[in-house]
């Protein structure tokens, strides 16, 4: 079922286990579960913020796509997720991989392109990946990742296990062809998928009005039979209630759901995007709606964050990605005697 109909030109109103950290202080069970959203909302947001200062000084280099704003989307869809579950993700995937509980010192170095990266250095900001930890990329085709969904699904369901495998992408990449032919077979045969769509309104430069005529995406996802619906993306409690409320339903073997996910990046498409494109009271308007600043006055309405837990959160995660940059920095690039290895289809001279 779809709802919330419209083109949502502007901000909807308000409405894991994988860690071992130490939480900021002794709380109440929700309260902690609060503590540790917002402390991975806050290591995507200043892992990215770094990764710009990064770039800017030419540390890192190629293509780097950043998450900022989007946080909330990944910390309410994993904390509804198991560490057996598969996740694809797309190019804008730092927040994916360090909520898929992906070391920053691993995400970092991928960065530098050294070989103690998740990828061995040989994948970069696009192409992070982690089989043991069933996170299957990193795409830098628009819509690559989801016929690879219905794959991973398809395969566990053979072998008759229950896992559930999330598939992340963009309102770009729902006008892909693979997003249909992947949507239809999912349906089909009632595949294990959770399809996540982060509308974030534009396709690269395209806004979404220029490039799809119906632009409620969740009605149209439910076109194929599968049960689907919006949500604020800019709620992580919301989030993570829709996608808990999915996760179970396809559990009990309900197939395939869709969820549309309302946010926002505040940052261009890419570091090399001017972002003249986007009305700059737009983008404004859709900072007031900040994820992590929502959950902070929540918490602090509620009680159990006050200024000087909140300084600490801060400095922990300060501490870990200072950590993160300092071993990729310090880490080996990978020895040209063994650039060749895991690469197919090279030429190689036949003997005369």
């Not at 286990?17 to 995507?44: G, Q, S």
């Not at 959950?295 to 964050?305: K, N, Y």
């Not at 400095?315 to 071993?327: K, N, S, Y």
Request: hydrophobic content about 40%; aromatic content about 8%; some cysteine.
């Amino acid at each position: 079922m779809a709802t919330t109909r419209g083109t949502h030109a502007k901000p909807p109103e308000t409405g894991r286990r994988h860690r071992d950290r130490k939480r900021t202080r002794p709380v109440a069970p929700e309260a902690a579960h609060d503590f540790e959203l917002l402390r991975e909302m806050l290591l995507i947001r200043r892992f990215e913020e770094r990764c710009v200062e990064l770039y800017s000084a030419a540390a890192i280099r190629g293509f780097v796509h950043l998450y900022i704003g989007e946080e909330a989307v990944t910390v309410g869809v994993h904390h509804a997720l198991t560490e057996q579950d598969a996740v694809v993700s797309t190019y804008r995937e730092h927040g994916h991989a360090l909520a898929r509980g992906i070391p920053a010192e691993a995400v970092m170095a991928e960065m530098y392109g050294r070989v103690s990266g998740c990828s061995h250095g040989r994948g970069g900001s696009m192409h992070l990946f982690d089989a043991g930890r069933r996170f299957y990329g990193g795409n830098a085709i628009v819509g690559g990742g989801l016929p690879l969904a219905v794959g991973l699904a398809l395969a566990d369901r053979m072998r008759g296990h229950d896992e559930v495998t999330c598939c992340f992408f963009g309102d770009g990449a729902f006008a892909e062809g693979e997003f249909h032919e992947s949507a239809n077979l999912a349906a089909l045969w009632g595949l294990p998928v959770l399809f996540v769509c982060e509308n974030n309104l534009y396709a690269m430069g395209t806004a979404l009005a220029r490039e799809h005529a119906q632009t409620d995406l969740a009605m149209r996802a439910a076109s194929y039979g599968m049960a689907a619906w919006a949500v604020d993306g800019m709620d992580v409690h919301a989030v993570e209630k829709a996608a808990r409320r999915a996760v179970t339903s396809i559990r009990a073997g309900n197939g395939p759901h869709f969820l549309e996910a309302r946010t926002y990046r505040f940052r261009a498409h890419s570091m090399y995007d001017p972002d003249r494109y986007r009305p700059k009271d737009e983008v404004a308007e859709w900072k007031r709606r900040d994820p992590i600043a929502i959950l902070t006055e929540r918490m602090q309405a509620a009680g159990p964050l006050d200024a000087s837990a909140l300084k600490k959160l801060e400095r922990e995660v300060t501490e870990e990605i200072d950590h993160a940059v300092h071993t990729a920095e310090q880490a080996p690039e990978e020895p040209v005697e063994s650039l060749l290895r895991h690469v197919t289809g090279r030429h190689e001279e036949v003997p005369s």
